[in-house]
């Protein structure tokens, strides 16, 4: 297993212009997160997926972000009109939901989004 | 409600000198605690979590964070530390809502 990946790593736009990130989870991994990391701040979370359904959304997250899990796989991220307050760094992580125990959270390397 | 709380936001140490590392939680539950490091450009990778267990816990690269309920408190340390232990350091707290709520963060400078 190579972990979590995502694509693109890096991405430049305009502002006004539509971009979309994809994430793709641990194999089996049944949980699926979003996270806005901007500089010198911690991951902010976006969203979560159970399997292929989005469970919890932050409240503030804009009407520009959606996202998707079609068949409990991989993920896409995609922000609707950029602005330049959306350049961030995206992470994506994932678990698997256990019975006992803490649920472990794996990030992937992020995408780095610069809006011009 | 859920929360981390990282004390400085910049710590500086001398190779070979013990690292401490603060972070204080608030949660209205027993909590489930997380050190992440994130090195530039990259994810984050755990580095040890508390799952009600045992109160002092072991993780990889020589550290280890004690958790102490009392002074609501889950400080990471490292007796000795190395030139490759600088990176950013994030405390986290999951909440009752499956939400995992980080800390700002603590840059950590190695001094040859």
């Known amino acids: 297993d190579t972990g979590v990946s995502q694509d693109p790593r890096h991405k430049i736009t305009k502002r006004g212009q539509n971009v979309t990130f994809r994430c793709d989870p641990i194999?089996?991994?049944?949980?699926l997160y979003w996270y806005r990391q901007t500089l010198g701040q911690g991951p902010e979370f976006l969203t979560y997926f159970q399997n292929e359904a989005q469970l919890e959304k932050s409240r503030l997250l804009s009407d520009r972000f959606s996202a998707e899990r079609p068949k409990g796989s991989f993920s896409t991220l995609e922000i609707q009109r950029t602005e330049q307050g959306d350049s961030a760094m995206y992470l994506c992580?994932?678990?698997?939901?256990?019975?006992?125990?803490?649920?472990?959270?794996?990030f992937g390397p992020g995408t780095r989004l610069l809006v011009l | 409600a859920q929360s981390v709380t990282q004390l400085g936001s910049h710590v500086s140490v001398s190779e070979g000198a013990l690292v401490l590392l603060r972070c204080n939680y608030s949660?209205?539950?027993?909590?489930?605690l997380f050190w992440y490091v994130q090195y530039p450009n990259q994810g984050l990778q755990l580095l040890l979590k508390?799952?009600?267990?045992?109160?002092l816990v072991k993780g990889i690269n020589g550290f280890e964070a004690e958790f102490k309920k009392s002074e609501t408190s889950f400080h990471l340390t490292k007796p000795s530390a190395h030139m490759s232990d600088a990176a950013e350091y994030f405390c986290?707290?999951?909440?009752?809502?499956?939400?995992?709520?980080f800390g700002t963060g603590t840059s950590l400078t190695v001094i040859p």
């Open positions: 508390y799952t009600s267990a045992a109160t």
């Open positions: 949660s209205s539950v027993p909590p489930y």
């Open positions: 992580a994932s678990s698997l939901v256990a019975v006992l125990g803490a649920e472990t959270q794996y």
């Open positions: 194999s089996e991994h049944n949980r």
């Open positions: 986290a707290v999951r909440g009752t809502g499956n939400q995992f709520y």
